[in-house]
């Protein structure tokens, strides 16, 4: 997917750049797979749990197969489609029962094309099928974590996993953070790397973009007063004043691994992120 870039009318139009979309072939979504997703403005129980979150336009709320259980029935590809809670395209599949539902787009996945899941799937693009059946070096996204559960890994714009060996049962997969992890060989996961790859691209150009996406501004804790951020307060424009940087929280910053010494899942990390 290429981008664009806008003749400045306004100051803020001057870096804007958007996306073309060229591979959406429809507009608007199948009814029957969407709803209105509910506006919670970052907060839980009326809490805020995540801050700068709030506004945002009006959103429906796409039904994604994350688990591609419909298993050994074939599907067309109906029509590519834009999805507003997601950076990565999404797919409309009819099968041939009448049943219609949604996937994750990857990369050179076209209308008409059919698709599979199941131990009978080929290897081909958008086709889902066990690790235990994916040959070595192929990229992989939508995987599971457990099998029957749904794909929990790789399911970004430009995203996918590469499967590097497969060792007693599980197979090991290279995530795009660069971690080396085990995965049991009968999850599921579709082949391909997923689409819409420049959307890491897209330069916002204005702030009025982020509001519509309901991202608010970020104020630094140096503007702040003591109470509401450890860097606040001081006489005029002053540094932090500790020796290094700390959360609203008071958790140290840049560099502190924050990540649970004793964790469940650390048995399956071969090798950690970069």
């Known amino acids: 997917m290429k981008l664009k870039s806008y003749k400045p009318v306004t100051p803020t139009q001057r870096f804007k750049t958007g996306l073309i979309f060229e591979e959406i072939t429809k507009v608007g979504s199948d009814k029957r797979l969407r709803g209105i997703l509910p506006k919670k403005s970052g907060r839980s129980a009326g809490k805020v749990v995540t801050r700068h979150k709030g506004g945002r336009q009006k959103r429906f709320l796409r039904e994604i197969d994350f688990k591609r259980d419909k298993r050994d029935v074939e599907a067309r590809v109906a029509a590519i489609e834009y999805d507003p809670n997601r950076t990565v395209n999404i797919a ?8 219609k539902r949604y996937i994750l787009a990857p990369v050179d996945l076209k209308v008409g ?6 131990e009978k799937a080929q290897v081909k693009v958008g086709h889902s099928m066990p690790l235990a059946r994916v040959p070595i070096g192929t990229v992989v996204h939508n995987v599971e974590l457990t099998p029957g559960k749904g794909g929990q890994i790789a399911r970004s714009a430009g995203g996918g996993a590469t499967l590097e ?52 501004p970020t104020v630094r804790g140096v503007a702040m007063d003591p109470r509401s951020h450890p ?20 958790k140290p910053t840049l560099g502190k691994k924050t990540r649970k010494k004793k ?12």
């Open 92 to 99: 409309l599949l009819y099968y041939q029962d009448g049943e």
């Open 113 to 118: 094309d059919q698709v599979l899941s199941g």
């Open 165 to 216: 060996a497969k060792e007693a049962g599980y197979a090991h997969l290279k995530l795009p953070s660069g971690e080396i992890r085990k995965v049991n060989l009968k999850c599921l996961a579709t082949i391909g790397q997923l689409g819409n790859l420049d959307w890491k691209n897209v330069k916002f150009g204005k702030a009025g973009r982020k509001r519509h996406l309901g991202i608010k």
């Open 231 to 250: 860097h606040g307060g001081g006489e005029g424009r002053s540094g932090i004043g500790m020796s290094s940087p700390k959360s609203p929280w008071g």
């Open 263 to 274: 964790k469940p899942s650390d048995k399956w990390i071969i090798k950690r992120r970069k």
